[in-house]
């Protein structure tokens, strides 16, 4: 230690410059070094990697984009030797693809309702945006009335309710119409629902329970029922579109979205129903979600569609919609059950331990304690359940109902665009039609994931 | 008491009155529901298949419309339902349809077993083959050898086989489970020979990347008269059903067609003429609509050869020429009895 420091020559008075980073550490070339390089097996599946996009992506590019056909008005604009996509093909089907045999003078009516529901699911989505509590109900209660008016036109054919059945109403009222609203159901509804509030009024009472609170809920369910029957019935002066008229895009979403609104729901309960100590309800919920679990959708849809008709009595048909619509709802709501009580079971026991502890009833350590955590570990379980079903829509096909799919199908039979290319332009196009709503279900689940995940968070 | 005694006569007439409803016949539920429902296909080019303006289009959907124009005097009063080849007789029978005009083949086990009936032949078709011109095959019977695409599990598979054990040749098969896999295998050169309807090979050999390098073998290996049918248990519908096609025909054959039907009307001296437009005789009565059917159905929709003409014609992609469709007294087979 015989350093001298007075003389200040071996201190620095300044900085030593920086020096850049040798160069196999930063830029391009070091990240793929340690990325793309950074052992034998890496390197192997690096090139292979690269020459699997090598052999697809240009071939890709070149169909879709560069050898495409954009402008035509037949097939012949298809023809020959290096032709692409076949877009013209797509566009003069356009239409059919999104609303099937949906009358052209009648398509706003469509347009309405997807432009509606787009304003009415984004804020909803948007977790922080406000009015939660308004646009749920604008979105679950409000549009599906103002949609199934605006897609059939309304003015159902509300004839007969319960008493009618028996011919007792007709004969004090006469048939008496008024826009479209027919005397004799609602005489017959106010009627039958005072016999039923009266009854189980009277029941309840009987067995010792507040008769008057009873019959006070069956009045408000009575009520809300009757308001949405008033608004399907009264004759709104929109043309009737029949479902079978219905197609493409439409039908998917109209299936998609209904499967989905209605499975999440129904599926919890059954969740809840299988994990009861109730024997009763934990038999049917168990019997419920095997059945349908065991039984492929085309066995159910097929059903629902053909057999289902000879057994109803005759006069009685249900819409084929409705019914592919039950069927897909019912069928998915099995399968969420089963994802739900995924999560209920990964709950600790204490959760329910606690909230009864803290003096909760079962629906309130339900619906405050377990289920916000149950469902939120199931998230990716149940986008999963909801892309799949969104897929399997296109099944309806087999009971002559032309979603998206379908009626890009049909029209690949139209000889006046049969060409070599369509049938690869058509099924590009759905390719890509079907990635976007899956993906963005994805993302979106993904999005909702990581915003919800707070108490897991390492 | 009384009131109630009566309240329950009522109801129990009502009942009946319900019941009533419900035995009425084919027509009368047509009638009052206001358009026939016609069972087609998914998508057959030129039979039925959706068109650019979104609605169906083909032989198969005309004739449906002619149903509708003999019964509403309006070819728009038809609702039409796609079917597959699965569900088709399933739909007939359960009354989901009222017809049935799906490119379905005549045969003894479908006429007598399934509760059906046949109403007649709309159009004739047959396996055939088709082939490069290349190969230098000018007939079937020179193919030998040859390897065949065809689709599994249809009869068109089994008449090959019958074809070639009969006339004692060898070949084989390379089967795909839908049509557009075996055209774009006969396409890419997998086989020699591709074989189905001559109908649907008409509509193959567009997709075709040089559909002029193609010929289609004269030999037709298969009889398949396709036609529309109709459910057992009502005479008078089978009946409607059947003589619109006849009515079709027989206006061909009298040279009366949708552009000349009104001057016929007022001037035809032909007593046939008459008799088929409803100006002489009361043959509608027969069936329970009205006497002009005939002249509804040829106004509205036209006869015979025009649908021919504009579904699956020569001017159309299909270029399918009349053959054994042609009428009777032109070659072809296609004859109709009399309206008198």
């Known amino acids: 230690m015989s350093m001298t420091f007075d003389d200040g020559t071996f201190i620095r008075n300044e900085m030593a410059p920086v020096l850049p980073p040798p160069t196999q550490r930063i830029g391009a070339v070091a990240w793929m070094r340690e990325n793309l390089f950074s052992g034998v097996l890496n390197t192997l599946l690096t090139v292979f990697g690269i020459c699997l996009v090598a052999l697809i992506v240009p071939p890709f590019v070149r169909f879709m984009f560069l050898d495409a056909v954009w402008a035509g008005e037949n097939r012949e604009a298809c023809l020959g030797p290096e032709v692409g996509a076949c877009w013209p093909f797509i566009q003069a089907k356009f239409g059919q693809l999104i609303y099937g045999f949906y009358p052209i003078s009648e398509r706003w009516r469509v347009d309405i309702v997807f432009a509606a529901g787009a304003l009415l699911l984004v804020p909803l989505m948007v977790l922080s945006w406000p009015f939660k509590r308004i646009n749920a109900f604008l979105f679950f209660v409000a549009y599906p009335v103002v949609a199934f008016v605006l897609l059939t036109g309304g003015n159902i054919n509300a004839s007969a309710f319960l008493l009618e059945r028996f011919g007792l109403i007709r004969g004090l009222v006469g048939d008496a119409q008024i826009a479209g609203v027919n005397l004799v159901f609602w005489v017959d509804y106010v009627l039958t629902a005072l016999l039923v509030m009266a009854a189980i009024g009277g029941l309840i009472a009987l067995l010792g329970g507040s008769g008057r609170s009873a019959a006070r809920t069956t009045f408000w369910v009575f009520l809300a029922f009757g308001l949405l029957i008033f608004i399907w019935d009264v004759d709104v002066g929109l043309d009737y579109v029949e479902t079978r008229q219905w197609g493409g895009l439409l039908v998917t979403l109209v299936i998609a979205v209904t499967g989905i609104v209605a499975s999440l729901p129904l599926g919890i309960l059954l969740a809840l129903g299988r994990r009861s100590q109730m024997p009763v309800v934990r038999l049917l919920s168990v019997v419920f979600i095997e059945f349908w679990r065991g039984v492929p959708l085309i066995t159910v849809l097929f059903f629902a569609t053909y057999m289902l008709p000879l057994f109803l009595p005759q006069g009685t048909n249900p819409d084929a919609l409705l019914r592919a619509l039950v069927g897909v709802a019912l069928f998915s709501a099995a399968y969420m059950a089963e994802v739900v009580r995924g999560g209920l079971q990964a709950i600790p026991k204490g959760q329910y331990e606690g909230a009864m502890a803290m003096g909760l009833t079962w629906s309130q350590m339900m619906r405050l304690i377990v289920l916000p955590q149950a469902l939120t570990l199931v998230i990716p379980g149940i986008v999963n359940s909801f892309i799949s079903l969104f897929k399997d829509t296109t099944l309806v096909l087999i009971v002559s109902i032309f979603d998206f799919l379908g009626q890009l199908r049909a029209s690949f039979t139209d000889p006046n665009w049969a060409t070599p290319v369509t049938l690869y332009t058509g099924f590009a196009f759905a390719g890509v039609v079907y990635f976007l709503f899956c993906f963005g279900m994805s993302r979106y689940s993904l999005f909702v994931e990581r915003r919800l995940n707070t108490s897991h968070r390492h | ?340």
Not at chain 2, 125 to 139: A, Y
Not at chain 2, 148 to 156: M, P
Request: charged content about 20%; aromatic content about 8%.
């Open chain 2, 1 to 340: 008491m009384k009131r109630l005694l009566s309240t329950f006569a009522l109801a129990g007439a009502m009942g009946l009155c319900a019941f009533g409803a419900q035995a009425a016949t084919k027509l009368e539920q047509v009638k009052s529901k206001g358009f026939v429902q016609c069972g087609v296909s998914q998508g057959l080019p030129g039979f039925s298949n959706p068109n650019d303006k979104g609605e169906w289009s083909g032989l198969d959907v005309e004739f449906c419309r002619a149903v509708a124009a003999a019964i509403f005097g309006d070819a728009t009063k038809v609702k039409f339902t796609p079917l597959s080849a699965k569900d088709r007789f399933t739909a007939l029978q359960s009354g989901d349809i009222d017809i049935l005009s799906r490119n379905t083949t005549w045969t003894i086990t479908r006429d007598t077993s399934l509760g059906l009936n046949f109403t007649g032949v709309t159009y004739y078709d047959g396996q055939g083959f088709m082939i490069r011109k290349d190969k230098k095959v000018n007939s079937a019977l020179e193919l030998s050898g040859a390897s065949v695409c065809t689709q599994t599990g249809t009869t068109t598979e089994q008449n090959l086989a019958d074809y070639f054990r009969a006339n004692n040749m060898t070949y084989e098969v390379i089967a795909f489970a839908t049509n557009d896999e075996v055209v774009k295998a006969y396409d890419a050169g997998r086989c020699d020979v591709l074989t189905t309807d001559r109908s649907g090979l008409a509509g193959e050999r567009l997709k075709l990347t040089n559909p002029d390098d193609h010929i289609v073998l004269p030999e037709i290996i298969s009889k398949e008269p396709l036609g529309p049918v109709v459910a057992h248990g009502d005479d008078q519908w089978f009946d409607i059903v059947k003589w619109v096609l006849y009515a079709q025909l027989n206006a061909e054959e009298l040279g009366v067609n949708s552009k000349n039907v009104d001057e016929q009307l007022k001037s035809a001296v032909n007593p046939e003429i008459k008799r088929l437009l409803g100006t002489e005789g009361k043959y509608g009565e027969g069936m329970g609509i009205g006497n002009d059917w005939g002249y509804l159905i040829i106004k509205n929709v036209g006869n015979y050869a025009e649908i021919y003409d504009r579904t699956v014609g020569p001017d159309t992609p299909l270029k399918l020429a009349r053959g054994l469709n042609a009428l009777w007294n032109k070659g072809g087979i296609q004859y109709a009895p009399p309206i008198r």
